[in-house]
């Protein structure tokens, strides 16, 4: 079956520094693919998407490229920020058959922004 | 805004209680979804259904049940609480095709 599997955290990183979290998954079919990102208290949110190889979704100063060769979405910031601390989940989505579509989640990565 | 919004944030019951856990959208989506999410182990499927009394068993639908009789309400189950379902219980409806989901906030379910 589908899954995902994302770099393990936790993450801590100061101020201005460059953050990659690495995405990976495995697809029988051609999945789109999704960051989300879920802030203390609070439940997910989308971040950015990508519905086909080559695609780069951006969102926020964040990027992530839908690399098929190598079966990879990961997350990249140049410069990150305080606020930017929480937890990312990559995900990817199928057909499940059933008419709908539901996520296949990797296990969340938090990362903590120092001042 | 779209808004998927669940009834309760914090729950504390008893081992061997029912619970409902109630989850509402106003965007006319008609996929809804329920996860559960654990450190370490992410978010993990246990139902979802894609019409008004349509259910589909996601990876860990043991213990759980599910209802929609309305397209805007789908509800969560616990026959009878087990202390291993202690967990965030988070709601998601999406539109059709393309996956992108709308997420409630989250209930934290204790059970005792």
């Known amino acids: 079956g589908d899954s995902v599997t994302q770099m393990e955290g936790p993450v801590t990183l100061s101020e201005e520094a460059f953050l990659t979290i690495n995405c990976t998954y495995t697809?029988?079919?051609?999945?789109?693919l999704f960051w989300y990102v879920q802030y203390p208290g609070e439940g997910l949110q989308l971040l950015l998407k990508?519905?086909?190889?080559?695609d780069k979704g951006s969102n926020k100063g964040f990027e992530a490229t839908y690399r098929k060769e190598t079966t990879s979405f990961h997350l990249e910031k140049g410069s990150v920020q305080v606020s930017d601390s929480a937890v990312y989940f990559c995900?990817?989505?199928?057909?499940?058959?059933?008419?709908?579509?539901?996520?296949?989640f990797g296990k969340g990565t938090k990362l903590s922004v120092i001042p | 805004d779209v808004k998927v919004t669940q009834s309760s944030r914090y729950l504390v019951k008893r081992t061997g209680e029912k619970v409902f856990l109630e989850c509402v959208q106003d965007m006319d989506h008609e996929n809804m979804f329920w996860y559960r999410q654990d450190p370490g182990l992410g978010l993990r499927l246990i139902y979802f259904s894609y019409d008004v009394k349509m259910k589909e068993k996601g990876d860990i639908p043991e213990g759980y049940s599910v209802s929609r009789e309305k397209k805007e309400r789908f509800s969560l189950i616990l026959e009878s609480a087990s202390t291993n379902q202690t967990s965030m219980y988070l709601c998601?409806?999406?539109f059709g095709e393309g996956g992108e989901l709308f997420f409630g906030e989250g209930s934290r379910l204790t059970v005792l």
């Open positions: 697809a029988t079919g051609y999945p789109s």
């Open positions: 998601a409806s999406s």
């Open positions: 995900a990817l989505s199928d057909d499940s058959g059933a008419g709908s579509y539901q996520l296949t």
């Open positions: 990508a519905t086909k190889a080559d």
